[in-house]
């Protein structure tokens, strides 16, 4: 059933104001796909009905935050795209743990982690490639959505999860089963820090960071919160950081103090001397 304008006019600004993202005005049928289960499972008759409820009454219960996770896009499988992983493995990271070899600290931060395969890959790699044994490793994982978190902090993957870019020889090294899961090691989960994080809101304070993924991200807001975004980014990277986007993004034409780096077929973001 198609949304009312009224209504749909309204989710495209509460998802403006509440996390930034610009929802296109010819994807109605999205919002309809999305809130549809959520207004069965929340009893309300349509989504027309689910979104008139939160119209009128906003601050009422859970509902924003569960609009806004239905919302979420939050597509996510491990080592996704590969390229940008083997970038940092074989170039990037070598040289920041060269740099970082007196003090042995390691900050990493997985923005958008959604179900926490990205922050995690991460931790496989620094397990599976480099000898950090006697190293402070620190990965941050954040994510708008409440729900997705807590299913990434149990570590806990179906068959379709885990053939989604897991290399065959990490899952009897790192898996256990778990019923018809998989189960991360516990060592390993201990190496992710996850956090509830909205991007386009005022942002608390944050260690400086050896690497930074914001991938797949940034093409959901406009220009402007872009260029909010990538300026709070260069507050908290290490002067000889990396910072890695998704496929279709980049910082050109909206931070003018980035350099790109390029491997292979593949690049990544450092900010400029």
């Not at 989710?11 to 809130?35: C, H, N, P």
Request: neutral net charge; glycine residues 4%; hydrophobic residues 45%.
């Amino acid at each position: 059933m198609p949304i009312a304008r009224v209504e749909f006019d309204y989710l495209r600004g509460f998802l403006l104001e509440k996390s930034a993202i610009l929802l296109d005005e010819d994807k109605e049928y999205l919002a309809a796909i999305r809130l549809g289960p959520l207004a069965q499972n929340e009893g309300f008759a349509s989504v027309d009905d689910l979104l008139g409820n939160l119209r009128r009454r906003p601050g009422d219960s859970d509902l924003p935050c569960k609009v806004l996770d239905a919302m979420t896009n939050n597509e996510t499988w491990f080592f996704r795209d590969f390229g940008p992983f083997e970038a940092l493995r074989r170039q990037a990271l070598p040289e920041i743990l060269a740099a970082r070899s007196e003090v042995k600290t390691l900050r990493l931060w997985s923005c958008a982690c959604s179900t926490g395969q990205e922050p995690y890959s991460l931790a496989l790699l620094l397990r599976e490639h480099f000898s950090l044994a006697n190293w402070t490793v620190k990965i941050l994982a954040t994510d708008i959505s409440a729900r997705v978190l807590d299913r990434a902090r149990l570590g806990r993957f179906s068959q379709l999860e885990i053939n989604r870019g897991l290399p065959v020889a990490l899952l009897p090294r790192y898996f256990q089963r778990a019923n018809l899961d998989f189960e991360l090691a516990p060592d390993v989960r201990k190496m992710v820090e996850f956090r509830p994080f909205n991007l386009s809101q005022p942002w608390p304070d944050l260690p400086k960071m050896d690497v930074i993924f914001l991938r797949n991200v940034m093409i959901y807001f406009d220009v402007e919160i872009r260029r909010q975004i990538l300026s709070r980014i260069r507050s908290v990277l290490q002067p000889d950081g990396v910072l890695f986007l998704g496929c279709a993004e980049t910082t050109l034409n909206l931070d003018a103090n980035f350099e790109r780096v390029t491997f292979e077929k593949t690049a990544y973001y450092k900010v400029k001397p």
